[in-house]
């Protein structure tokens, strides 16, 4: 019997050597071990024999049982390994050597339709400005007439830093150090600027919601600046971005910064105004918030507010994108996700 033991082992290692697949081991598994195996046949061999017997046969049979069992796993992860190696080796890898052009990168859909909103209003006298992400507490808010314990600021869940500076909540954080680096405006020439940006608040994430994210400001100052003028710029802005009519409505918006202030929507595009998660279900999504620059502001700003009056308008940059595109998820857009991302860009 101890013969045949010895017989089944190599007979085993020489079956196992030749595996290739979980398929190949299972049978293999089956033909040892199982019902009608081979070893399972000694174990029961094991009867016929004198207890003695049995004693030094049943640990022999036990042993390789064992043995086969113990063999069997670890060739399992063997044949694990060798198919994710296998898999790598028929992916796509990426060649550092390759010269430049092909494959080369794309705009992420923010920075196309930002730089298309930059090119109409370029057109327009407006000079582009830049403003930090990390501001102070005052130019963030007290500067835009949000005073310290103001409820205001309860909308703007805000990244405090820990030298008491804060990441951005919006981009009209620039607007107090761009009035006072262009000062008042000369007669017949409005002062014009738009200042893109990444503004950040403590957001619950869902499909519109993301805690990093685009608006884009725009500011006019002059000393015939009335509502008409605000009204004609946004309708130019959307009519140019979507290129055709959108419907649009105008309700009263209440922001401590303008005076007075509006909401302005756009028809949601993916449900074309039937509701879905992307507008709350509401069929409209708020989009550009705007009004007349209060007196405060402009006081702040260096500019005088008896003699002159703006518009500003403060643009959800990402959620632009995302009707213009028709993105279901605010989350793609910081998710890194190329091949996602491309589709919306060749
Ligand atoms: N800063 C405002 C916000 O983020 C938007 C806004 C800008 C409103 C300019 C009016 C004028 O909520």
Redesign the pocket.
């Given at each position: 019997m101890l013969e045949n033991l010895e017989k089944i082992k190599q007979q085993f290692s020489e079956e196992l050597n030749a595996v290739n697949s979980n398929a190949e081991l299972e049978k293999i598994r089956v033909s040892f071990l199982g019902k009608k195996g081979l070893v399972t046949e000694q174990l029961k061999n094991l009867r016929d024999l004198t207890p003695e017997e049995k004693k030094t046969a049943g640990m022999q049979v036990n042993k390789l049982k064992n043995e086969i069992e113990q063999a069997i796993v670890e060739y399992q992860k063997t044949l694990e390994e060798k198919e994710y190696l296998q898999e790598i080796e028929n992916s796509e890898h990426y060649d550092y050597t390759i010269p430049g052009g092909r494959g080369a990168g794309t705009l992420h859909p923010i920075s196309i339709v930002q730089k298309q909103i930059e090119d109409i209003f370029k057109t327009m006298g407006f000079i582009i400005e830049d403003g930090l992400e990390i501001q102070t507490e005052y130019n963030n808010f007290e500067a835009v007439n949000i005073p310290k314990n103001h409820p205001a600021r309860d909308m703007?869940d805000t990244y405090y830093l820990d030298n008491g500076q804060l990441l951005k909540?919006?981009?009209?954080a620039a607007q107090n150090a761009i009035m006072k680096k262009y000062g008042a405006p000369k007669t017949g020439e409005p002062l014009r600027v738009l200042f893109p940006g990444r503004?950040f608040r403590n957001e619950n994430l869902d499909a519109s919601h993301e805690n990093t994210f685009f608006?884009l400001?725009g500011i006019m100052i002059g000393d015939d600046i009335s509502i008409s003028n605000l009204i004609y710029f946004m309708k130019v802005l959307l009519s140019e971005v979507f290129e055709r009519d959108v419907k649009v409505r105008l309700r009263p918006g209440f922001?401590p910064?303008?005076e007075p202030?509006f909401e302005l929507d756009i028809n949601c595009e993916i449900c074309e105004g039937s509701g879905c998660p992307t507008c709350k279900h509401s069929g409209w999504l708020e989009l550009l918030?705007?009004?007349m620059i209060h007196p405060n502001v402009l006081r702040m700003g260096g500019i005088d507010p008896d003699k002159y009056t703006g518009f500003?308008?403060?643009l959800g940059l990402t959620r632009l994108a995302m009707m213009k595109y028709n993105i279901k998820d605010i989350r793609l857009f910081n998710s890194g996700n190329i091949k996602q991302l491309r589709q919306f860009t060749r």
């Open positions: 703007q909540t919006h981009t009209s503004c608006q400001e922001f910064f303008v202030g918030p705007c009004g500003a308008f403060g």
